[in-house]
């Protein structure tokens, strides 16, 4: 590299493998009522409270009210679906892929969130959902699963369930070297500031081995009363 005419030759998967498409869905969720006036609620705050804090809320807010509860994950699965709209959205895509008999993989770093979504989950489609995520070698999430404490464990179990199936993931375990191509569904619920990140998380089902056409979605709440 000290020579002053080299350079380098970058190739990237598209060039070097037949990959399937990939498709982006943007899932317009409008809020609810209840929820439009919590967005409301915390524009006003912006002043008294500081950006800081708020903004913090607002990423609860945008996940499920609930999160800005302190009981959040104790609370029934029929009133979380009841509460959030876009929840609502994300269990009726699933309800899609589970009649094309496909798997998918749901992005989310709050581990609240995690634990709403496996909760929800485990009620609405009576399957166990496993969560990954830094506390995985200590705990699964969802309903506990003999044996099944290792993030390979767990992986193993979702690749080989035949038919439809969920795995959550914490965005920052979806690092280099973790491969799921048995799912072609990703679902980024809870979205992280880094699209770098969130691509990379993309890129654990969008890879070589792929065999199907993969579909990303990005449910997106909005309050429509101030459009």
């Not at 200590?138 to 439809?164: C, D, I, N, V």
């Amino acid at each position: 590299f000290q020579q002053p005419h080299a350079f380098l030759l970058r190739r990237n998967k598209s060039e070097i493998a037949d990959l399937p498409s990939k498709n982006i869905v943007r899932l317009q969720c409008p809020m609810s009522s209840s929820e439009a006036q919590l967005h409301r609620g915390l524009i006003r705050g912006l002043k008294a409270r500081g950006h800081l804090a708020v903004l913090h809320d607002f990423t609860r807010l945008y996940q499920h009210p609930a999160l800005l509860q302190s009981d959040a994950e104790d609370q029934q699965p029929a009133a979380l679906l009841s509460d959030s709209s876009k929840l609502r959205a994300v269990i009726d895509v699933l309800h899609s892929i589970r009649a094309q008999r496909e798997k998918a993989i749901i992005f989310t770093r709050h581990r609240a969130m995690q634990s709403i979504l496996a909760k929800v989950l485990e009620a609405e489609f009576g399957i166990p959902i496993r969560i990954i995520n830094g506390l995985t070698k200590h705990s699964t999430g969802g309903t506990s699963l003999k044996g099944a404490s290792s993030r390979a464990a767990l992986l193993t179990e979702f690749r080989s369930r035949t038919g439809f199936n969920i795995l959550i993931l914490s965005p920052h375990v979806a690092g280099v070297g973790l491969t799921i191509t048995e799912a072609n569904h990703v679902i980024h619920y809870g979205r992280w500031w880094n699209p770098a990140v969130e691509a990379q998380a993309t890129d654990r089902v969008y890879r070589i081995g792929q065999t199907k056409d993969v579909h990303v979605y990005l449910p997106i709440l909005h309050d429509e009363t101030r459009a």
